[in-house]
Nanobody, 121 residues
Framework: QVRVVESGGGLVQPGGSLRLSCVAS????????MGWFRQAPGKERELVADINSGTRTNYADSVKGRFTISRDNAKKTVYLQMNSLKPEDTAVYYC???????????????WGQGTQVTVSS
């Protein structure tokens, strides 16, 4: 089966940086869009950034200029470099891949388990 797994979360002071990683594995035919979402306590899950197979990127207004999404197709990995972190960035961050497997060849969403990012002094 296909799965995606995030890593890299943790506790950081305001102004600090973290890099999140997300690795896709399993019987994969192709990966189109990969993205990062986050969900803070009492808030709805929101899109942070995504990147398509042509490396075209999209960012939420709240993170533009601070976060950078990238992907390594050979490693089936997407990254989120987070700089100048603010307390309001505190959330569980989830990776999502739009992935087709080698059984159905039909793309669908696969979600990671989430990784906690806490920005606090």
């Amino acid at each position: 089966q296909v799965r995606v797994v995030e890593s890299g979360g943790g506790l950081v002071q305001p102004g600090g940086s973290l890099r999140l990683s997300c690795v896709a594995s399993g019987s994969i035919f192709g990966i189109t869009v990969m993205g990062w979402f986050r969900q803070a306590p009492g808030k709805e899950r929101e899109l942070v950034a995504d990147i398509n197979s042509g490396t075209r990127t999209n960012y939420a207004d709240s993170v533009k200029g601070r976060f950078t999404i990238s992907r390594d197709n050979a490693k089936k990995t997407v990254y989120l470099q987070m700089n100048s972190l603010k307390p309001e960035d505190t959330a569980v961050y989830y990776c999502k891949g739009v992935i087709s497997d080698r059984t159905t060849y039909r793309p669908r969403d696969y979600w990671g388990q989430g990784t906690q990012v806490t920005v606090s002094s």
